[in-house]
């Protein structure tokens, strides 16, 4: 098969070598001129363009572009598609996205491969990415039964676990797994850079280990990720947001009232209920 990738970055690289390797052809377009020249060098894909024309043959699109840019991209790809053409985005939100392209190509199919790292770039994508990940297909009640299984018969060549939900149930869900997460750990990143004794600043930034670099991870990746998360999920996330606020501030009470019991007690629930979330064994 000939699958094309727009947006040769963390994402869009570690699924070209993957597929590749799989003895698909790949075909990559980016913006700039010097990472179409990397991907060639490194072998992760057989050709690539700052030119979208060069998808005129391509069965299957995986568009790896900034949630901000994906409709303009649809559309300068338009004119160069195929009827046929499978179109999927690899977005972490999905309802927007999903109602803003759907419309302009109905064989487009809305995805969202949960697998990353801090780093961004073409530098840093690598093999097997995708292993035992989620990878979410958000189909709707027009999507074509056909694009939606050629996408998910790829992702399960990546060894990902498929899921398939409705796009809003989509977009609730990863606010709490996923966006709330960057804010706060954001927000303990920049707590800790305003402790105004400095002294104390720099002690603390020597003594951190693991327990910190866990918890900051997500916080200090790459800005327009998080900016795209909380621009296109909003709602979702500023809901996230309010309750996760309500938590902190019955933990605030207790610690100030020396309620030690009850604060025992929320410990313990949270201890006993983070093995229900997949993958935090």
């Excluded at 020597?206 to 910190?212: H, K, M, N, P, Y």
């Amino acid at each position: 098969m000939e699958i094309g990738i727009v947006g040769l970055g963390l994402i869009g690289g570690s699924l070209a070598i993957d597929l590749r390797r799989q003895g698909h052809t790949l075909v990559g377009v980016s913006r700039r001129k010097e990472t179409c020249e990397q991907a060639i060098d490194r072998e992760i894909v057989d050709q690539a363009s700052t030119n979208l024309a060069i998808l005129a043959t391509a069965e299957v699109i995986f568009l790896c572009t900034p949630l901000h840019s994906l409709a303009t991209t649809v559309d300068q790809l338009l004119p160069y598609l195929d009827p046929a053409t499978i179109l999927t985005d690899v977005g972490s939100v999905k309802l927007s996205v999903v109602a803003e392209l759907e419309p302009k190509w109905p064989n487009f199919v809305g995805g969202h491969p949960m697998a990353g790292k801090a780093e961004s770039g073409l530098e840093v994508a690598q093999a097997n990415l995708f292993v035992d990940r989620a990878y979410v297909l958000t189909p709707t009640a027009t999507t074509p039964a056909a694009a939606t299984e050629t996408i998910a018969s790829l992702a399960r060549s990546l060894q990902c676990r498929v899921y398939y939900c409705d796009p809003a149930e989509h977009d609730c869900a990863v606010a709490w797994i996923s966006h709330l997460p960057v804010m706060i750990s954001a927000s303990l990143i920049a707590a800790c850079l305003n402790q105004p004794d400095r002294s104390v600043l720099k002690l603390a930034q020597e003594l951190a280990s693991s327990g910190f670099r866990d918890t900051s991870r997500v916080g200090g990746g790459n800005p327009e990720l998080g900016l795209m998360m909380a621009r296109y999920n909003q709602p979702a996330l500023l809901q996230s947001l309010y309750a996760y606020r309500q938590q902190l501030d019955q933990i605030i009470q207790q610690i100030e009232q020396s309620d030690w019991n009850t604060l025992e007690q929320q410990l313990l629930q949270t201890q006993q209920g983070r093995s229900q979330f997949s993958g935090t064994t």
